[in-house]
T-cell receptor, first 114, second 113 residues
Framework: NAGVTQTPKFQVLKTGQSMTLQCAQD?????MSWYRQDPGMGLRLIHYSVGAGITDQGEVPNGYNVSRSTTEDFPLRLLSAAPSQTSVYFC?????????????FGQGTRLTVV | AQSVAQPEDQVNVAEGNPLTVKCTYS??????LFWYVQYPNRGLQFLLKYITGDNLVKGSYGFEAEFNKSQTSFHLKKPSALVSDSALYFC???????????FGKGTRLSVIA
């Protein structure tokens, strides 16, 4: 059971570089989301999607882009990396239709911007 | 908008003693509440969720949570703590429909042998 798969697990970027964090799920979940985890801040929502072709902004969307062309994939793009984007990024997925459905998380991507 | 508060950054408990990790929430409609656990360098794992009508919910690894509507709380409990329970615990809430999960800042639980 693959569940939610994130790649890469670790990444070091230079300021100004761009990159894409990959997220794929094999559970046919409609709902996918990206969070960042920073010490003392908990998990903060970056972007989310309720289905293919639909995305929306979360609490901290600036500097990030997303698209959802398939049900399985939800990549997160950093347009021009900044040191403030150093964080651990988590992708999650869940079924829609009832709000009592738990989310499944990937193992995370630890990103350092120097 | 929904929100979650975890008032304790750190909870220390001796092995074998009961533990409580506190969570209070704010929603405009019915609350959909969850607890997750994160072990070092791992993703979040689902522990349990509130089920409407059940004020005491049982979950994985012997954990349970007590829902109190009047106090808007959903505290995580375990009767007898294990050293292996040491981890970061997150409370989360969803405010119905397809709204996103909103997380608290997390509480680090340390169980001492």
């Amino acid at each position: 059971n693959a569940g939610v798969t994130q790649t890469p697990k670790f990444q070091v970027l230079k300021t100004g570089q761009s990159m894409t964090l990959q997220c794929a799920q094999d559970m046919n979940h409609e709902y996918m989301s990206w969070y960042r985890q920073d010490p003392g801040m908990g998990l903060r929502l970056i972007h989310y999607s309720v289905g293919a072709g639909i995305t929306d902004q979360g609490e901290v969307p600036n500097g990030y882009n997303v698209s959802r062309s398939t049900t399985e994939d939800f990549p997160l793009r950093l347009l021009s990396a900044a040191p403030s984007q150093t964080s651990v990024y988590f992708c999650a997925s869940s079924k829609t239709g009832h709000p009592n459905t738990e989310a499944f998380f990937g193992q995370g991507t630890r990103l350092t911007v120097v | 908008a929904q929100s979650v508060a975890q008032p304790e950054d750190q909870v220390n408990v001796a092995e074998g003693n009961p533990l409580t990790v506190k969570c209070t929430y704010s929603v405009s409609g019915n609350p959909y509440l969850f607890w997750y656990v994160q072990y070092p360098n791992r993703g979040l794992q689902f522990l349990l969720k509130y089920i409407t009508g059940d004020n005491l919910v049982k979950g994985s690894y012997g954990f349970e949570a007590e829902f109190n509507k009047s106090q808007t709380s959903f505290h995580l409990k375990k009767p007898s703590a294990l050293v292996s329970d040491s981890a970061l615990y997150f409370c989360a809430v969803r405010d119905g429909g397809n709204t996103p999960l909103v997380f608290g800042k997390g509480t680090r639980l340390s169980v001492i042998a």
